[in-house]
């Protein structure tokens, strides 16, 4: 979820909040009933907000999740690991069979 669109969603909460509350305020009801029904409107605008922040923690831990999975790490560092020993082999291989070619080389000036 992009900054903008997080910033939209809690704004238009906290609007909603607003406007619920000034509602109440100007409606022809007891102080204790207004008092009642704006801290009903509040803790419901506080749950709206856990929820939308629990529902936007779970999609970006599960992205980061996605992202950085410790078997992809291990994955990744195991196909290294193995491509380098086999490029090892590569190069031990080229350079005992420059050894050989030097070590005839040699013995033909030698002789």
């Not at 979820?1 to 906290?14: F, K, P, Q, R, Y």
């Not at 909603?16 to 000034?22: F, K, S």
Request: aromatic letters at 6%; zero cysteines; hydrophobic letters at 35%.
């Amino acid at each position: 979820m992009s900054n903008n669109t997080g910033n939209t969603i809690v704004a238009i909460l906290v609007g909603a909040a607003i406007g619920a509350g000034v509602g109440i305020l100007f409606a022809p009801d007891k102080g204790s009933k207004t008092r009642e029904k704006l801290k009903d409107g509040f803790d419901d605008a506080k749950h709206n907000l856990q929820d939308k922040f629990h529902d936007v923690s779970e999609k970006l831990v599960g992205r980061a999740k996605d992202l950085i999975s410790k078997e992809d790490i291990d994955g990744n560092y195991q196909n290294i690991v193995s491509s380098l020993s086999h490029k090892t082999e590569d190069v031990i291989s080229f350079l005992e069979n420059k050894l050989a070619e030097l070590k005839l080389k040699n013995a033909k000036f030698q002789k």
